[in-house]
């Protein structure tokens, strides 16, 4: 058993013992019948015993249901009349009390005729005190009650002041066992919250962590139903990466913002606990659906929202504000995860870009030579650090380049790819014209495969590929890569604005991709543009051509636009700042 649980546990039968020793001693100085401590739920409106004592087994019987039973101060007794009140009642002759007749009704409707009957035949001919039970702070917490009948005398004032004692000392019990109880929740909250938390941050797998979230939300709040639900920038629609016990509508529903209120909670950024005054604002399938009630909390990444965290039950008052604290609670450590996650995912795939660019697929055909390749990486994972290749320098001999920068990421991939940056460098690329003919025919296949990526449609405007001329003017470049005597790579830089220079026409031929030819003309032109005056370099891609953008982010691009055309893939400009002039 966990502490916590323990804690509660010893707290209620200490709560218990002392109210009991309480009616001991209440029964010891007054000559009676029967006497109940009686705790009143507000939130719930109910009336429970803590502990009571009646002399017969036949009137224990009777009593029993009563004491445990919906707060009704309409149809009430003895204790819905001294917490109405707010002051202790003394009743000599039920008979001549006036709510009397709402009691025997309240009989009447909650027991059968002959419990009934029994039951009003003892508060006919009993006397009664019913003593508000108050903490120092005045909050009723419920009531001490005491009944005495024939042959017993009635019950007077001098019983009333004593009873009044024993109430006092019984709100000291209550209170210190509602301090001890909200401890013990405290405390499992904390336990459960930091367990999450753990659970939560135990993988940098982006797809693993979604679904940890939802399985410990579920968990937290007490939900057979939890989605964790991105929101697209692009489309400004929250759609589901996790969920657990969800229905496939609930899953596939792409969520616009200010729809329902899951679209109102990703739009304002405040969670929110449904409520029934709100239901004519719920989503009007949600109800078909089993949802009953629910709880949405917003997630955000620093300044970024990344989505919508939210909790279902089929229950119409199963979650409401408790719920939904715990769940914010939640979210610092989830958000914390997926943060963690993304940059790991972006880490890596800037690696992988990275190394993928430095290892090649195959080895070139060179005359005179007969080339091999076998690569198998510890683990079968590319690391980063494998640095290999081979190619013919000017002067006809032929260089082998294998080497390893110990470790792993993406600092170790950036290490090697400068390695064998500088050290091909100079022995392939050339300063030549942008219109002379390797560079013409190296743009001619570049078209030819942007067309087979974006469609035949696709017009080649000056905006997109710039001009022959521009390459060619002051503070402008152009570069071809050679291989074995043939070009295989260009690339240009021309002047887009004062300061800042733009990097156009990266193109690698099929045959000798895999060989870290763009990375090194980034680089070249990157020099160049510095030579220049240049303070950043800018380049324009589109969001289809997924290679490129790893690539330019790898070598410390950031997107800094986008622009959407109706019919044409996105449009992406990057930008870097140049730390040489």
Request: charged letters at 25%; aromatic letters at 6%.
């Amino acid at each position: 058993m966990q502490p916590s649980i323990e804690h509660a546990a010893s707290s209620e039968a200490w709560l218990r013992h002392t109210l009991e020793e309480i009616l001991s001693q209440v029964r010891v100085l007054l000559d009676i019948d029967g006497c109940a401590f009686q705790t009143v739920d507000h939130e719930h409106q109910h009336i429970r015993p803590a502990a009571s004592w009646f002399e017969h087994a036949e009137l224990r019987s009777v009593m029993q249901p009563i004491l445990d039973r919906p707060y009704d101060p309409e149809r009430g007794g003895v204790t819905e009349a001294a917490v109405e009140r707010g002051e202790s009642i003394l009743i000599s002759d039920m008979g001549g009390w006036r709510g009397a007749g709402a009691l025997r009704a309240r009989l009447a409707l909650q027991l059968d005729e002959a419990q009934a009957n029994a039951a009003w035949d003892w508060y006919r001919t009993s006397s009664f005190i019913s003593c508000p039970v108050r903490t120092t702070g005045g909050r009723t917490l419920g009531v001490l009650a005491l009944s005495s009948s024939p042959p017993r005398p009635p019950l007077d004032e001098e019983h009333l002041r004593v009873t009044e004692v024993f109430a006092g000392l019984a709100a000291l019990a209550l209170e210190r066992s509602e301090l001890l109880e909200r401890e013990a929740r405290r405390s499992r909250t904390e336990q459960l919250l930091h367990g999450a938390a753990q659970k939560m941050t135990a993988s940098l797998d982006l797809d693993v962590v979604y679904g940890l979230i939802v399985e410990q939300a579920a968990l937290v709040a007490g939900a057979p139903t939890a989605l964790l639900l991105r929101l697209d920038d692009v489309t400004q629609t929250l759609r589901a990466v996790a969920q657990v016990g969800a229905s496939a509508r609930m899953s596939r529903h792409h969520y616009a913002l200010g729809e329902g209120m899951l679209g109102a909670v990703a739009e304002s950024g405040e969670g929110y606990a449904s409520r029934d005054e709100d239901r004519r604002r719920f989503l009007p399938w949600i109800t078909d659906e089993g949802v009953g009630s629910f709880v949405h909390v917003p997630i955000d990444l620093g300044p970024r929202r990344f989505g919508v965290l939210t909790v279902s039950h089929p229950e119409r008052d199963a979650l409401g504000q408790p719920a939904l604290e715990l769940l914010q609670s939640l979210t610092r450590p989830a958000a914390a995860a997926i943060a963690n996650a993304l940059e790991f995912q972006h880490e890596r795939r800037i690696a992988t870009a990275l190394t993928r660019g430095f290892i090649p697929d195959a080895p070139p055909e060179l005359d005179d030579f007969e080339l091999g390749l076998v690569y198998e990486p510890v683990g079968h994972e590319v690391s980063g650090g494998d640095i290999f290749g081979v190619w013919r320098l000017p002067g006809g001999a032929l260089a082998v380049l294998v080497g390893d920068v110990c470790g792993k990421g993406l600092e170790v991939a950036a290490v090697s790819a400068m390695v064998r940056f500088f050290v091909e460098a100079r022995t392939r690329l050339r300063s030549e014209r942008p219109d002379g003919a390797a560079s013409r025919a190296l743009f001619a296949e570049y078209l030819a495969d942007v067309r087979g990526r974006l469609g035949e449609d696709f017009v080649p405007t000056e905006r997109v590929f710039g001009s022959d001329e521009a390459f060619a003017a002051v503070g402008a470049a152009w570069l071809v890569v050679y291989e074995d005597g043939r070009p295989v790579a260009c690339g240009g830089l021309r002047t887009l604005a004062p300061g800042v220079g733009e990097i156009k026409r990266i193109f690698v031929t099929a045959t000798a991709r895999g060989r870290g030819h763009a990375r090194r003309l980034l680089g070249a032109l990157e020099r160049r543009a510095g030579e220049h005056g240049h303070r950043s370099v800018r380049l324009l891609t589109t969001d289809v051509l997924h290679e490129a953008i790893a690539l330019y982010e790898a070598a410390g691009y950031r997107v800094v636009g986008r622009v959407e055309h109706p019919r044409a893939p996105v449009e992406v400009w990057l930008e870097k700042p140049l730390t040489y002039s």
